[in-house]
Protein backbone atom coordinates (compact mmCIF):
# COMPACT_ATOMS: atom_id res chain seq x y z
CA UNK A 1 0.00 0.00 0.00
CA UNK A 2 1.67 3.38 -0.82
CA UNK A 3 2.12 5.72 1.97
CA UNK A 4 0.24 8.70 2.16
CA UNK A 5 1.84 12.05 1.44
CA UNK A 6 1.44 15.01 3.41
CA UNK A 7 2.67 18.45 2.19
CA UNK A 8 4.16 21.21 4.52
CA UNK A 9 6.36 24.25 4.72
CA UNK A 10 9.46 22.57 4.16
CA UNK A 11 7.74 20.48 1.32
CA UNK A 12 6.24 17.01 0.98
CA UNK A 13 6.33 14.18 3.81
CA UNK A 14 5.33 10.57 3.68
CA UNK A 15 3.28 8.89 6.76
CA UNK A 16 5.35 5.90 7.53
CA UNK A 17 4.11 2.68 9.73
CA UNK A 18 6.69 1.32 11.78
CA UNK A 19 7.23 -2.06 13.63
CA UNK A 20 5.79 -0.90 17.05
CA UNK A 21 2.02 0.13 14.54
CA UNK A 22 3.24 3.85 15.55
CA UNK A 23 3.27 6.31 12.31
CA UNK A 24 6.81 8.93 11.62
CA UNK A 25 7.20 10.74 9.14
CA UNK A 26 9.92 10.78 5.90
CA UNK A 27 10.91 14.13 5.47
CA UNK A 28 11.85 14.94 1.64
CA UNK A 29 13.76 17.92 1.93
CA UNK A 30 16.13 16.22 4.72
CA UNK A 31 15.51 12.75 3.00
CA UNK A 32 15.19 11.30 6.61
CA UNK A 33 12.93 9.63 8.99
CA UNK A 34 11.55 11.22 12.30
CA UNK A 35 11.97 8.40 13.75
CA UNK A 36 13.60 4.35 13.71
CA UNK A 37 12.02 2.10 11.67
CA UNK A 38 11.85 -0.37 14.41
CA UNK A 39 8.98 1.68 16.14
CA UNK A 40 8.65 5.49 16.98
CA UNK A 41 6.53 5.61 19.59
CA UNK A 42 8.65 2.86 21.53
CA UNK A 43 11.88 4.64 20.57
CA UNK A 44 10.74 8.31 21.91
CA UNK A 45 9.86 6.26 24.91
CA UNK A 46 13.29 4.74 25.35
CA UNK A 47 15.83 7.74 24.30
CA UNK A 48 14.18 10.16 25.46
CA UNK A 49 11.55 9.53 28.87
CA UNK A 50 13.71 7.04 30.19
CA UNK A 51 17.07 8.27 29.15
CA UNK A 52 16.23 11.14 30.03
CA UNK A 53 14.87 9.59 33.27
CA UNK A 54 11.95 11.87 33.46
CA UNK A 55 10.46 8.41 35.33
CA UNK A 56 12.50 9.64 38.06
CA UNK A 57 12.57 13.42 37.90
CA UNK A 58 8.68 13.30 38.17
CA UNK A 59 8.52 11.49 41.84
CA UNK A 60 10.87 14.02 42.74
CA UNK A 61 10.19 17.47 41.61
CA UNK A 62 7.17 19.26 40.88
CA UNK A 63 8.39 21.24 38.49
CA UNK A 64 9.38 19.92 35.56
CA UNK A 65 11.54 21.97 32.30
CA UNK A 66 12.14 19.71 28.97
CA UNK A 67 13.82 21.25 25.80
CA UNK A 68 13.54 19.35 23.05
CA UNK A 69 15.43 19.53 19.75
CA UNK A 70 13.04 19.15 16.70
CA UNK A 71 9.89 18.57 17.36
CA UNK A 72 8.59 16.42 14.12
CA UNK A 73 5.21 14.88 15.00
CA UNK A 74 5.34 15.80 18.24
CA UNK A 75 6.19 11.95 19.59
CA UNK A 76 8.04 13.81 22.58
CA UNK A 77 5.22 15.36 23.84
CA UNK A 78 2.53 13.00 23.43
CA UNK A 79 5.08 9.92 25.05
CA UNK A 80 5.34 12.93 28.20
CA UNK A 81 1.50 13.74 28.02
CA UNK A 82 0.81 9.76 27.94
CA UNK A 83 3.11 8.69 30.61
CA UNK A 84 2.09 11.73 33.51
CA UNK A 85 -1.65 10.50 32.89
CA UNK A 86 -0.26 6.87 34.73
CA UNK A 87 0.77 9.23 37.26
CA UNK A 88 -0.20 10.80 39.57
CA UNK A 89 2.34 14.03 39.28
CA UNK A 90 0.05 17.02 40.28
CA UNK A 91 3.04 19.51 39.47
CA UNK A 92 3.54 21.34 36.43
CA UNK A 93 5.82 20.62 33.22
CA UNK A 94 7.30 22.58 30.50
CA UNK A 95 7.61 21.39 27.23
CA UNK A 96 9.48 23.64 25.04
CA UNK A 97 10.98 22.20 21.72
CA UNK A 98 11.46 23.80 18.07
CA UNK A 99 10.36 23.04 15.00
CA UNK A 100 11.46 24.65 11.12
CA UNK A 101 8.16 23.71 9.71
CA UNK A 102 5.36 25.84 10.96
CA UNK A 103 2.62 23.88 8.93
CA UNK A 104 4.19 20.34 10.21
CA UNK A 105 3.44 21.77 14.12
CA UNK A 106 -0.14 22.98 13.37
CA UNK A 107 -0.88 19.56 11.32
CA UNK A 108 0.97 17.68 14.76
CA UNK A 109 -0.84 19.16 17.27
CA UNK A 110 -4.36 19.65 15.12
CA UNK A 111 -4.51 17.04 12.67
CA UNK A 112 -2.51 14.00 13.15
CA UNK A 113 -3.67 10.54 15.03
CA UNK A 114 -1.88 11.42 17.79
CA UNK A 115 -3.33 14.99 18.27
CA UNK A 116 -6.64 13.53 18.25
CA UNK A 117 -5.60 10.84 20.63
CA UNK A 118 -4.28 13.48 23.22
CA UNK A 119 -5.35 16.71 22.50
CA UNK A 120 -9.15 16.73 22.48
CA UNK A 121 -9.31 19.18 25.33
CA UNK A 122 -6.32 21.26 24.70
CA UNK A 123 -5.90 25.03 23.95
CA UNK A 124 -3.67 25.98 20.97
CA UNK A 125 -2.46 29.43 20.95
CA UNK A 126 0.08 31.81 18.92
CA UNK A 127 2.41 34.11 21.14
CA UNK A 128 5.50 36.19 19.96
CA UNK A 129 9.05 36.34 21.54
CA UNK A 130 10.77 39.04 20.31
CA UNK A 131 8.94 38.62 16.68
CA UNK A 132 9.25 35.22 16.96
CA UNK A 133 6.17 32.59 16.40
CA UNK A 134 5.63 30.54 19.16
CA UNK A 135 2.60 28.24 18.73
CA UNK A 136 1.40 27.14 22.50
CA UNK A 137 -0.27 24.09 23.79
CA UNK A 138 -1.53 23.88 27.35
CA UNK A 139 -3.25 20.24 28.14
CA UNK A 140 -3.85 19.77 32.22
CA UNK A 141 -0.59 21.08 33.89
CA UNK A 142 1.44 20.63 30.67
CA UNK A 143 2.50 23.81 28.85
CA UNK A 144 3.96 23.35 25.56
CA UNK A 145 5.88 25.87 23.69
CA UNK A 146 7.08 24.76 19.89
CA UNK A 147 9.11 27.81 18.97
CA UNK A 148 8.85 28.12 14.85
CA UNK A 149 12.31 28.82 12.99
CA UNK A 150 16.13 28.07 12.70
CA UNK A 151 16.59 27.07 16.06
CA UNK A 152 20.21 28.63 15.62
CA UNK A 153 19.10 31.81 15.16
CA UNK A 154 16.00 31.96 17.33
CA UNK A 155 17.16 29.78 21.07
CA UNK A 156 18.83 32.66 22.58
CA UNK A 157 16.12 35.61 21.68
CA UNK A 158 13.36 33.13 23.07
CA UNK A 159 14.86 31.00 25.73
CA UNK A 160 15.33 33.59 28.25
CA UNK A 161 11.78 34.28 28.48
CA UNK A 162 9.96 31.25 28.50
CA UNK A 163 12.43 29.28 31.22
CA UNK A 164 12.41 30.06 34.36
CA UNK A 165 14.94 30.14 37.35
CA UNK A 166 14.91 26.19 37.50
CA UNK A 167 16.52 26.13 33.88
CA UNK A 168 15.98 23.01 31.78
CA UNK A 169 16.09 19.55 33.56
CA UNK A 170 16.67 17.61 30.40
CA UNK A 171 16.74 17.40 26.86
CA UNK A 172 15.54 15.32 24.12
CA UNK A 173 18.22 15.80 21.22
CA UNK A 174 16.63 14.73 18.61
CA UNK A 175 17.75 16.44 15.41
CA UNK A 176 17.89 14.64 12.04
CA UNK A 177 21.11 12.50 11.67
CA UNK A 178 24.09 14.91 11.51
CA UNK A 179 24.99 14.63 7.78
CA UNK A 180 21.35 15.58 7.51
CA UNK A 181 21.36 18.44 10.03
CA UNK A 182 24.56 19.47 11.21
CA UNK A 183 24.42 22.80 12.62
CA UNK A 184 22.06 21.16 15.77
CA UNK A 185 24.87 18.76 16.75
CA UNK A 186 28.22 20.96 16.82
CA UNK A 187 29.90 22.31 19.79
CA UNK A 188 28.34 25.83 19.48
CA UNK A 189 24.97 24.25 19.82
CA UNK A 190 25.52 21.76 22.87
CA UNK A 191 26.90 24.93 24.66
CA UNK A 192 23.77 27.10 23.92
CA UNK A 193 22.22 23.74 25.71
CA UNK A 194 24.39 23.68 28.50
CA UNK A 195 24.03 27.63 29.60
CA UNK A 196 20.22 26.63 30.28
CA UNK A 197 20.87 23.34 31.90
CA UNK A 198 20.61 22.97 35.66
CA UNK A 199 23.10 21.02 37.49
CA UNK A 200 20.46 17.53 37.61
CA UNK A 201 20.05 17.82 33.64
CA UNK A 202 20.24 14.72 31.66
CA UNK A 203 20.24 15.61 27.72
CA UNK A 204 19.68 12.40 25.88
CA UNK A 205 20.56 11.43 22.31
CA UNK A 206 20.11 8.22 19.35
CA UNK A 207 23.31 9.04 18.42
CA UNK A 208 27.07 7.56 19.90
CA UNK A 209 28.98 8.80 17.38
CA UNK A 210 32.40 10.44 18.64
CA UNK A 211 32.83 13.66 17.10
CA UNK A 212 29.30 14.34 18.60
CA UNK A 213 30.30 12.89 21.98
CA UNK A 214 33.13 15.23 21.86
CA UNK A 215 30.83 18.40 20.92
CA UNK A 216 29.30 17.80 24.27
CA UNK A 217 32.25 16.94 26.23
CA UNK A 218 33.60 20.45 24.91
CA UNK A 219 30.36 22.08 25.62
CA UNK A 220 30.66 20.75 29.11
CA UNK A 221 28.51 18.00 29.61
CA UNK A 222 29.56 14.59 30.61
CA UNK A 223 28.69 11.00 29.42
CA UNK A 224 27.37 7.89 29.90
CA UNK A 225 27.17 5.12 27.35
CA UNK A 226 23.81 3.56 26.97
CA UNK A 227 22.51 0.83 25.13
CA UNK A 228 20.89 1.99 21.83
CA UNK A 229 17.10 0.72 20.65
CA UNK A 230 16.44 -1.76 18.40
CA UNK A 231 19.30 -2.69 16.72
CA UNK A 232 21.09 0.22 17.40
CA UNK A 233 24.31 -0.74 19.91
CA UNK A 234 24.90 2.09 21.86
CA UNK A 235 23.56 5.51 22.55
CA UNK A 236 24.55 8.47 24.38
CA UNK A 237 23.44 10.38 28.31
CA UNK A 238 25.14 13.65 28.72
CA UNK A 239 24.93 14.91 32.11
CA UNK A 240 25.70 18.11 33.97
CA UNK A 241 27.20 16.67 36.53
CA UNK A 242 31.06 15.31 36.51
CA UNK A 243 30.19 12.50 39.66
CA UNK A 244 27.97 10.11 37.72
CA UNK A 245 29.97 10.17 34.67
CA UNK A 246 31.40 6.93 32.62
CA UNK A 247 35.33 7.46 33.14
CA UNK A 248 36.00 4.98 30.43
CA UNK A 249 34.23 5.93 27.61
CA UNK A 250 35.85 9.78 28.64
CA UNK A 251 39.41 7.97 28.65
CA UNK A 252 38.69 6.58 25.08
CA UNK A 253 37.25 9.95 23.71
CA UNK A 254 40.56 11.72 24.85
CA UNK A 255 42.56 8.65 23.02
CA UNK A 256 40.36 9.24 19.85
CA UNK A 257 41.97 11.83 17.47
CA UNK A 258 38.49 12.39 15.52
CA UNK A 259 37.43 16.39 15.99
CA UNK A 260 34.71 17.44 18.16
CA UNK A 261 31.90 18.74 15.54
CA UNK A 262 32.12 22.22 14.93
CA UNK A 263 30.27 25.51 13.37
CA UNK A 264 33.03 26.26 12.33
CA UNK A 265 33.41 22.97 10.28
CA UNK A 266 29.95 22.25 9.57
CA UNK A 267 28.34 25.61 8.83
CA UNK A 268 24.79 24.95 6.12
CA UNK A 269 23.12 27.14 5.04
CA UNK A 270 19.45 26.44 5.55
CA UNK A 271 16.93 27.17 2.81
CA UNK A 272 13.01 27.93 3.22
CA UNK A 273 10.56 27.74 0.56
C1 LIG B 1 14.05 13.78 13.83
S1 LIG B 1 12.81 14.98 13.66
C2 LIG B 1 12.17 15.17 15.31
C3 LIG B 1 11.17 14.12 15.71
C4 LIG B 1 10.39 14.52 16.93
N1 LIG B 1 11.25 14.69 18.10
C5 LIG B 1 9.28 13.56 17.21
O1 LIG B 1 9.38 12.81 18.19
O2 LIG B 1 8.33 13.53 16.46
C6 LIG B 1 13.77 16.47 13.55
C7 LIG B 1 12.92 17.73 13.37
O3 LIG B 1 13.76 18.87 13.55
C8 LIG B 1 13.38 19.89 12.66
N2 LIG B 1 14.55 20.75 12.44
C9 LIG B 1 15.67 20.44 11.74
N3 LIG B 1 16.55 21.46 11.78
C10 LIG B 1 15.99 22.44 12.53
C11 LIG B 1 16.41 23.73 12.94
N4 LIG B 1 17.61 24.21 12.58
N5 LIG B 1 15.59 24.45 13.73
C12 LIG B 1 14.37 23.96 14.12
N6 LIG B 1 13.92 22.72 13.75
C13 LIG B 1 14.71 21.98 12.97
C14 LIG B 1 12.96 19.13 11.41
O4 LIG B 1 12.09 19.92 10.59
C15 LIG B 1 12.30 17.87 11.99
O5 LIG B 1 10.90 18.00 12.09
Not at 30 to 35: A, K, M, R, S
Not at 74 to 103: H, N, P, R, W
Not at 210 to 224: D, N, Q, V
Not at 250 to 265: F, G, V
Request: hydrophobic share 35%.
Amino acid sequence: MKNKTLNFSLGKYELVETDDGSQTLLSTYFDENCHSTAGAWEETEYNYFYGCKLDEKLKTQNQLTVFETGFGIGAGLYVIIDKLGQTDFDGSLKFISCEMDEKLTLWALRESDLAKKYLTDASIGKEEYSGITVITCQIRNIKAYVIIGDIRETFNKVIPSIIDSNKIDAIFQDAFSPRKNPTLWTKEWFRNLRSYSNDKCVMSTYSSSIAIRKAMIAAGFFLINRKGFGNKRTCTQAITRSQLKDDDLHDQLSRSKTPALSDENYKVVLKFD
